[in-house]
């Protein structure tokens, strides 16, 4: 598929809060991109957070992010449920909650364009109830994801021992300035272009 205003893009996080330079950071300035050449672009994340309050702001269409702690297997239903309905063109998640149950919900919907972000300190966090369901998905490998972008090269070559082509593998470093910023967003688009042109 080529075009950018015929492309949805929905983006998946856990976190709370706003790092400096952190993904979610630089996940802003790209769905200002997307934005701007048309696409459509959404948001799940858990709700009265700064990352949804940012994403408002910004106009960005934010929907809760469904975690039940106590039934994974209920919210990997739900967000099944969600890509069926809203059919994105790439779905992009970071962190290791997000990632595990995007993977797991993606499975069974034809046509899924996965993304990842690994963070540096990707299993921070994880929450006790996910840790079994974790480790079994983690046996799937990222090798169900289309690209991955990763926070330090060490994650690039886990991504790519994993068997990711090295075109959709993208070493994304925290950012900390406008330069590096928009390095990232230069990265992204040329990323998402070649995934929806494959």
């Known amino acids: 598929m080529r075009g950018w205003t015929r492309a949805t893009f929905l983006f998946i ?12 950071e630089r996940w802003f300035a790209v769905m200002g991109e997307l934005v701007s050449r048309g696409a459509t672009v959404r948001l799940l994340a858990p709700l009265h957070t700064e990352v949804v309050d940012r994403a408002r702001a910004l106009g960005i269409q934010v929907d809760p992010y469904m975690l039940d702690k106590w039934n994974v297997v209920r ?16 779905v992009h998640s970071t962190g290791t909650e997000a990632d595990v149950l995007l993977r797991w919900a993606a499975r069974r919907v034809e046509g899924m364009r996965v993304a990842h972000t690994l963070r540096a300190v ?17 046996e799937l490998g990222l090798s169900h994801a289309k690209l991955v972008f990763a926070e330090t090269q060490e994650l690039a070559e886990l991504a790519l021992s994993a068997g990711i082509p090295p075109a959709f593998v993208v070493f994304d470093p925290p950012a900390m300035d406008a330069a590096a910023v928009a390095e990232s967003v230069a990265h992204h688009v040329d990323a998402y272009w070649r995934l929806l042109g494959d």
């Open 122 to 138: 990707c299993t921070s966090g994880l929450r006790r109830t996910l840790g079994i369901l974790a480790v079994r998905v983690a």
């Open 13 to 24: 996080s856990t976190q709370n809060t706003l790092e400096p330079g952190g993904v979610e």
């Open 75 to 90: 919210t990997r239903s739900r967000l099944r449920k969600y890509l069926r309905r809203y059919q994105p063109s790439v």
